[in-house]
Structure formats: structure tokens, C-alpha cells
């Protein structure tokens, strides 16, 4: 069964930082890319960041150079530094991995960002 467990979210003041991490099991194939996303409510969900096996990062626009995207390879985990928080980056933020060779994605249940002014 493939789980993928998220930790590390809550309530921070603006300016303030989080650290959210995610631990994947239960994958058999090969896992690609890793990343997190993000859904305000009456939003879309959106890409935050994303890294690649080889280690190829992008990162959406309004990250800014705030957040920092790791992944551990051998760990199966991926994690998303986040400072310099503003109320707009309110959401839950989801992870997920995407795995060969069809391009499979799993999605973690998501865990809720609150940033007060």
C-alpha cells in the first residue's frame, strides 16, 4: 500500500518559517519527480516546488527564493524548507511523487499552512 505521510504543518506568524517534510512507502517502481503543491480554498492546486531524481528543481514563481525543496533518495523523503512566510502562502500543501514508467502520481492527504499578519 502506498503511503505517503506529510508532517510539519501549523500556524506561524508572518515572516516565520516551516519545515514540512514527506515520507513515502509501499512504491515498487522507480520514483521520478517529488514535490509539493499547494490549494488555498476557492483555488486551484498549484505547484510550489518540485525536484527531480537527478536532482533538478523548479520552483513557482512566487516562491522567490523563499523555500527550499530537499529530497533523500535513499530515504524516500522529501521536504520543503519555507521562511519568510506571508498570509498569502495560507493552504494545505500536499506532496507528491511521480513514478516510472507510466508517470504514475500519489498524492499525500495534505497538511494545513496558516500564516497570521
Known amino acids: 500500500q502506498v503511503q505517503l505521510v506529510e508532517s510539519g504543518g501549523g500556524l506561524v506568524q508572518a515572516g516565520g518559517s516551516l519545515r514540512l517534510s514527506c515520507a513515502v512507502s509501499?512504491?515498487?517502481?522507480?520514483?521520478?519527480?517529488m514535490g509539493w503543491y499547494r490549494q488555498a480554498p476557492g483555488n486551484q492546486r498549484e505547484l510550489v516546488a518540485r525536484?527531480?531524481?537527478?536532482?533538478?528543481?523548479n520552483y513557482a514563481d512566487f516562491v522567490k527564493g523563499r523555500f527550499i525543496i530537499s529530497r533523500d533518495n535513499a530515504k524516500n523523503t522529501v521536504s520543503l524548507q519555507m521562511n519568510s512566510l506571508t498570509p498569502e502562502d495560507t493552504a494545505v500543501y500536499y506532496c507528491?511523487?511521480?513514478?516510472?514508467?507510466?508517470?504514475?502520481?500519489?498524492w499525500g492527504q495534505g497538511t494545513q499552512v496558516t500564516v497570521s499578519s
Open positions: 507528491n511523487v511521480q513514478t516510472s514508467p507510466w508517470g504514475t502520481n500519489y
Open positions: 525536484i527531480t531524481s537527478g536532482g533538478v528543481i
Open positions: 509501499g512504491i515498487i517502481f522507480r520514483i521520478n519527480t
